[in-house]
């Protein structure tokens, strides 16, 4: 086959359509017509002289040699977006460009907020589009739907098919009402299982405390459920306890009016949060300059 007679911009479409598997979804991602998309997946057949996709039902299969090639198309296009990225210098202070992400609300109070803040300074062109964890988490990175993803290495099993960079690690504290009148300066591990607890929960998904909880054997009279970034502010005035990040629960204390004690179990694991992304971005500046943005901040909150 002449290159010179191929439209490459059929490979970028084709890539996409293995992506959404939606003639719909993929317009929608290139900013063209669902005519338009149809008429290109018509050439795509033509060019590989196969259906590509086939209906079944109200969805779209994609042939077998359409999945053959996905993988080698993917690894093209990135291999010809680096090339062009790295002729290009990249000046945060000047540029302007569009970073996604995946993280839940802990990290984006937590973490992302202060990064917001510098970037509204040092980087007025820079733009965060934040979405929070949900079960398809690894797809959405997987499918270049978003950018990076960051979230606890311990809830991330798949981290290593990606590029990940380890960010920090955060314990676990108990947190009560600042006036709560059983419980002292200590909690026995007495109180923790049998005063009213909060359990945290991220979405539909346990949260990692509430699993090592079980894991250990640890009771608890659990009375409230609700998201980890609200649980804080749910505690005043009552005898609930609960398991807190402790960089979350440092940030809220005083709004919340709690107060924080160390957890009577011993072997309860802190998080680890780690950042990763695929290879299509490694080797893109800006990509590149954001990551080690977030490695410096990083390690400056550790440190302070």
Same mark, same amino acid.
């Given at each position: ?6 439209? /490459?911009? =059929?490979?970028?479409? $084709? +890539?996409?359509?293995?992506? @959404?598997?939606?003639? %719909?979804?993929? &317009? ?55 090339? /062009?990225? =790295?002729?290009?210098? $990249? +000046?945060?202070?000047?540029? @302007?460009?569009?970073? %996604?992400?995946? &993280? ?201």
């Amino acid at each position: 086959m002449d290159l010179r007679n191929v439209d /490459l911009n =059929l490979l970028v479409a $084709f +890539d996409m359509l293995m992506t @959404e598997r939606s003639v %719909t979804r993929a &317009a929608q991602r290139l900013s063209v017509g669902q005519s338009a998309m149809s008429s290109t997946l018509n050439r795509l057949r033509k060019l590989f002289g196969d259906p590509i996709m086939t209906r079944d039902g109200r969805t779209l299969v994609a042939t077998p040699l359409a999945e053959s090639l996905a993988e080698p198309v993917r690894e093209l296009l990135t291999g010809i977006e680096n090339v /062009l990225s =790295l002729r290009n210098e $990249f +000046d945060p202070a000047t540029a @302007e460009h569009t970073f %996604t992400i995946i &993280a839940n609300d802990y990290l984006t109070m937590t973490f992302l907020q202060p990064l917001i803040a510098r970037l509204s300074i040092e980087a007025p062109g820079i733009r965060l589009r934040i979405y929070p964890t949900g079960d398809d988490f690894a797809d959405q990175l997987r499918r270049h739907r978003v950018d990076l993803l960051i979230m606890p290495q311990e809830a991330f099993e798949e981290h290593t098919e990606f590029h990940y960079h380890r960010l920090f690690r955060d314990r676990y504290v108990v947190a009560v009402d600042k006036d709560h009148p059983e419980v002292g300066e200590d909690i026995t591990l007495e109180q923790f299982s049998t005063l009213p607890y909060l359990a945290a929960s991220s979405g539909h998904r346990r949260s990692l405390s509430e699993m090592q909880l079980d894991f250990l054997g640890v009771p608890r009279n659990t009375e409230i459920t609700a998201g980890f970034g609200m649980a804080p502010f749910l505690l005043r005035g009552t005898r609930l306890v609960t398991l807190v990040h402790e960089r979350l629960a440092r940030q809220v204390r005083d709004a919340a009016g709690i107060r924080l004690l160390d957890p009577p179990v011993p072997r309860l694991q802190p998080i680890t949060e780690i950042m990763a992304w695929t290879n299509r971005t490694d080797a893109v500046p800006a990509h590149r300059w954001f990551r080690q943005t977030l490695i410096d901040l990083a390690a400056e909150n550790d440190e302070a």
